[in-house]
């Protein structure tokens, strides 16, 4: 029998020629709300580690006061790829923790510090200045994970919650300045229960 190729055309409805494929979007949790927040967890990328687990952002969520009303309109909390120079992220309806380096000491610059000295001094973080003039934190696994779920995953939250409440629900209105403060207003709301619950060694 002879070979050839076979050609198919579209079908044609109305005068318009219809698609052949299924052109439709996938549904995902960046373009479908979902009944409840998803936790996922991707690949950590080359030389980096994921710190957290699903179970310890559970673990996280069930600390949190107003979970509730927090979690309206959150499709997904993401252990998510490394990105340069990014701790976290936050998308619509999506916001996510950045694997970690597996060097679990890093560099910060003097203006970071400056913003976040407080924080690292409670959690226990030592950190010390470097020939170039930023400054090494030595953190452990247990201060990084503390860093990642009290600072990085509130901020995230803190972008959420600016979105669900301005009046266009459109656009993080607020910025980065709002969501450092929840975050650190958050931090000291649960601080006990945190450390009742993960502890810091």
Not at 16 to 35: E, F, I, L, M, S
Not at 62 to 80: D, I, M, T, Y
Not at 152 to 168: A, C, I, P, Y
Request: proline content about 5%; hydrophobic content about 35%; charged content about 25%.
């Amino acid at each position: 029998m002879k070979r050839f190729c076979r050609v198919t055309a579209p079908g044609v409805a109305n005068g318009r020629v219809r698609r052949k494929n299924n052109w439709r979007r996938t549904p995902n949790y960046y373009n479908t709300a979902q009944g409840r927040p998803v936790i996922d967890r991707e690949r950590p990328g080359p030389g980096h580690r994921h710190l957290l687990l699903k179970r310890d952002v559970e673990r996280f969520i069930a600390l949190l006061p107003e979970w509730s009303e927090l979690s309206r309109g959150l499709n997904a909390v993401v252990l998510a790829t490394d990105e340069p120079d990014c701790d976290g992220w936050y998308r619509r309806g999506v916001v996510a923790v950045c694997a970690w380096p597996r060097e679990l000491w890093f560099e910060v610059t003097h203006r970071w510090y400056a913003a976040h000295w407080p924080f690292l001094e409670r959690i226990g973080v030592p950190v010390e200045p470097t020939g170039e003039g930023d400054i090494v934190c030595r953190y452990t696994e247990a201060t990084a994970r503390a860093y990642q779920l009290l600072h990085v995953l509130l901020h995230e939250f803190g972008h959420h919650h600016d979105l669900m409440t301005t009046r266009s629900r459109r656009q993080c209105a607020r910025g980065e300045t709002y969501a450092e403060e929840y975050a650190f207003r958050y931090e000291a709301i649960i601080w006990e229960r945190y450390l009742n619950e993960f502890g810091l060694y």
